[in-house]
């Protein structure tokens, strides 16, 4: 298989330049070295988006695929895997499309350990409409809904992963197209539910290139040990997502732990979709005729 295999004929919409392309690259990346590796199969693969900049993703890769409603990204993918559990599911959604609306679903897919994978387009700010603050937005930040600046102090969604169960938790960085393809071919990968925050600079409203290029640093260059819950929660700490000068930002794996998932609790959903009906499709009408 070939990456151009998941190209479409949809015109990208994205601004030039946007780092949303450096995302829908290694997902394609990702998804063909995996498909060639025979560890899954094109057909297999479903994806779910919200709303957002981040969902126009969904018009870009040839794959089955459900366009969500804002902030509903997970539960719909939730339904998909349990609804047929041979299925690879991959969620994407935007800073205020997960950590907004769709705050209450993240935490209890992290708490449920459902096998969907969820990333994440963060840059910190509402883009699709023209620059409002989102949950993640730095303290300070200045956009349409905040005049006056952001007075919160934001969330750490890595944190909150964490302390909510998460069985594979990373953050990637949407320049790095070769470190985030191997961030989402482990997460597909990994059995449970896989969490990466993609650090996706807006151009437009909210341009961090330069601030996150400075300060960015990889797990894996420090040996951090990802099995190690207190580690990863201490790395999580590192950074608060405020644009402090003197922040170290870690990119990789933060914790990966294999537990029971949601789907192997419930037995009746180990076989139900494979088993043959003969259904007489004429008797059933005969039986609703009025």
């Not at 990208?12 to 997902?27: K, Y």
């Not at 498909?35 to 969904?58: F, L, M, P, R, S």
């Not at 964490?162 to 938790?169: I, K």
């Amino acid at each position: 298989m070939k990456v151009s295999d998941l190209d479409t004929k949809a015109q990208i919409t994205w601004c030039p330049g946007c780092t949303n392309f450096g995302i829908l690259t290694a997902v394609k990346k990702a998804i063909a070295n995996l498909v060639n590796k025979k560890v899954i199969k094109k057909e297999n693969v479903v994806t779910v988006t919200g709303i957002g900049c981040h969902a126009k993703i969904y018009d870009y890769l040839n794959l089955n695929g459900y366009y969500s409603i804002h902030g509903r990204v997970l539960p719909t993918a939730i339904g998909i895997k349990l609804g047929n559990p041979e299925l690879t599911v991959l969620g994407f959604g935007g800073d205020g499309d997960t950590y907004a609306e769709g705050t209450g679903h993240f935490i209890h897919a992290c708490r449920y350990n459902v096998d969907v994978k969820m990333i994440v387009h963060n840059n910190q700010v509402f883009a699709l409409t023209t620059g409002q603050a989102t949950p993640t937005s730095e303290t300070g930040f200045k956009g349409k809904s905040t005049p006056l600046g952001v007075f919160e102090k934001p969330l750490n969604p890595i944190a909150v992963a964490l302390t909510c169960g998460a069985t594979f938790v990373a953050r990637g960085f949407a320049v790095d197209v070769e470190h985030l393809t191997m961030l989402i071919e482990e997460a597909i990968k990994h059995k449970g539910f896989a969490f990466i925050d993609v650090l996706q600079p807006c151009l437009t409203y909210h341009n961090t290139i330069p601030y996150l290029n400075e300060r960015i640093y990889k797990l894996e260059d420090v040996k951090h040990d990802f099995k190690d819950f207190n580690r990863a929660m201490k790395k999580a700490m590192e950074w608060d997502y405020t644009l402090r000068k003197d922040a170290k930002i870690p990119i990789g794996i933060f914790y990966k732990v294999r537990r029971k998932t949601y789907e192997e609790f419930w037995p009746q959903l180990k076989v139900w979709w494979k088993k043959r009906r003969k259904i007489n499709i004429n008797k059933l009408l005969k039986e609703v005729e009025v």
